[in-house]
């Protein structure tokens, strides 16, 4: 289909459903008896001004916006390749990012920036865009679904599904319009089971720090009922005075074109990432990290088939004269150049980074940024240890110097609020955030509407300095729990052992003297006596590597145990030398 200039899509429209489907679909739950098929229609070019070619089905008018009952399923192309993608709702929202679909991505599609916008940036930084790879067409397997077919959800009231010619049978998602729906209207179109059937009726939570939180029947009936992909509205817009009040990001008031911050929700930081990842990443893209790292972020990456470029750091994180030597094998101008493969993006954790426990200078924030503008890659600023800053100034992060649209943040409320309500946030360009929800509507459908309302309503009683306060409880009782596991290690491992204090997070990284490989010691002889920690050696790419490296997190165990463990940990090290 990609290569089809003179494409052409029989559309069928199921009365009941609202459904609009394309040639090769054969769905088995959504047919509506009597359906007539109109005959085949081809592509019209549409008649928007935008740059890029756009099409829609089966017309398009002035403004390339639906009239009330019809449907435009956008086409375009560029003008210098194959790359065909689809858009939702009009034309003119995706042609400056020109990217490809954004529910089923094909992983050879890639996401690059260029510099000639027209349009001068207005803080004086360096205009950017996202755009595909003209290399590529969808023939190839989508993201999530692993079949050879592409689907694109609008944000109106239809749902549009485009395949190959040896498309699969798939199911189709509704698109999230009965919001907009007048309260009068009779829905035979939903797939949401009846709230009355829900066994959960209502519910009181009690809160430290604040008054109850009660769920009466009928917001017990949203929060156990499907949601929005974003997020629901009251915990967006709380959240995003938040990332204002903390960041001010300079592109907050940025045009879209140009990288305006947004946010989503996501079922933990985590999934955000994974959901980043892969809308960046195509196979062979060159990816830069600091190690030792997150071994749940190298789980994500390795998959993908990138190459992972480790950067030199120290106590202080990354070091910027390491990063200026690996990006010394490229010139700037290679980031416009597909066949150079430049660097994509920097990943790091830049406070209490985890297993180090160290965080990135403010200087050194500032010359890693620079360097990105410099060779024109992204920045992904995975900070879960933002909050538990030990110094009572917090470093300005990244988005706060964001300039360009070219960082990627990750906020998570498991170490501060609870790691089982499984919600974190992302927060960057506002095109890559779409996808983002896209990938979500296709994939976990939208993070817990139940813990989203938890939250949301714990949030709004608390408001900004009640969060903010609980956020210095929260870093008062890891700043004595590390306390107190560095005074064990200064009592038990001073001369068998080496570290760095932790600016943030709850871990600490320790070095044994003497011993080339530690992790018999650490999975083995500790184990034995009941002691546990993780080698270094499963936070490198490369795992079988020796290391003489291990962390320990100090929190869940008490000051007590502490000092037990790191007393049996120093006879371990005694009998092993």
Known sequence: MGQDKAMKLTIRKLSSDKHLLAEGVQPETHQASGAKEPPSVPAQKCSSTSSSACFSLPHCNDRCSPSPGETHLLVGTKADSELWYLGTQRCVSPVPFRSPPALFRNRKTEFKRESNVPEKNPRGGKDTKLRGDPRNTFQHSSLTLKCSHLKVTLEITWVALVTSRDGADTYIMKAETLSRAPKSVISLATGSPNPNTFPFKTAVITVDNGEPIQFN????????????????????????????????????????????????????????????????????????????????????????????????????????????????????EDSKNPKRNAPKFLYTVPNGNNPTGNSLTTNRKKEIYELARKYDFLIIEDDPYYFLQFNKSWAPTFLSMDVDGRVIRADSFSKVLSSGLRLGFITGPKPLIERVVLHTQVSTMHPSTFTQLLVSQLLHQWGEEGFLAHVERVTDFYRKQKDALLAAADKWLSGLAEWHVPTAGMFLWLKIKGIYDVKQLIEEKAIKKEILMLPGNVFYTDTSAPSPYFRVSFSSASPEQMDMAFQRLAQIIKESL
């Open 217 to 332: 029947e009928e917001m017990m009936k949203r929060a156990l009922q499907y949601s929005q992909s974003a997020g629901i509205p009251e915990l967006l817009s709380w959240l995003k005075q938040l990332q204002v009040k903390l960041h001010n990001p300079p592109t907050i008031n940025y045009p879209t074109s140009q990288g305006k911050m947004d946010l989503c929700v996501t079922s933990g930081s985590q999934d955000g990432l994974c959901k980043v990842f892969e809308m960046i990443i195509n196979p062979g893209d060159n990816v830069l990290l600091n190690e030792p790292v997150y071994s749940g972020t190298l789980q994500a990456l390795m998959p993908l088939g990138c190459n992972i470029i480790n950067v030199s750091s120290d106590e202080y994180g990354i070091i910027p004269g390491s990063l200026k030597e690996v990006l010394s094998k490229w010139k700037p």
